[in-house]
């Protein structure tokens, strides 16, 4: 499996609404009851952030996953974690997306190559 990683630095913010939220490439957005949250490139945080995490860089898994594969999330995440590494995942229809610290992101490529993975 080829993990493809995502040359810009993002943030991971609580909205008081969703205005100003400026949607382009690789933004994503959630509203539930409970919270409006936005993950976006570093660049494109709105005015009407409540909290923001700045420093988190990312990567995807390349190509389109079907509904039906099971557990390719849980075993980078697993892997990740033992390696002591903490992520911020996003799934999409067609991938998904894992977010991990800045700091953390050269030793997060290396474990899943360690274990398998292309990373480009």
């Known amino acids: 499996m080829t993990i ?16 100003n939220v400026i ?6 957005l959630s509203v539930t009851d409970e919270e409006i949250s936005l993950v976006c490139p570093e660049e494109n945080i709105p ?10 860089r990312g990567f995807r898994i ?15 995440s697993d892997i990740l974690a033992k390696g002591k590494i903490g992520i911020f995942a996003v799934s999409t229809y067609n991938t998904d997306y894992i977010f991990v610290k800045k700091e953390s992101f050269g030793r997060a490529l290396e474990l899943l190559k360690a274990n398998g993975y292309n990373v480009k």
């Open 62 to 76: 390349k190509g389109v996953l079907d509904f039906s594969l099971i557990g390719i999330l849980s075993k980078i």
């Open 23 to 28: 949607i382009n490439e690789f933004t994503f």
């Open 4 to 19: 493809e990683t995502l040359d810009k630095d993002f943030c991971v913010c609580r909205l008081k609404s969703a205005d």
């Open 47 to 56: 005015d009407n952030t409540e909290t923001a995490e700045r420093g988190w």
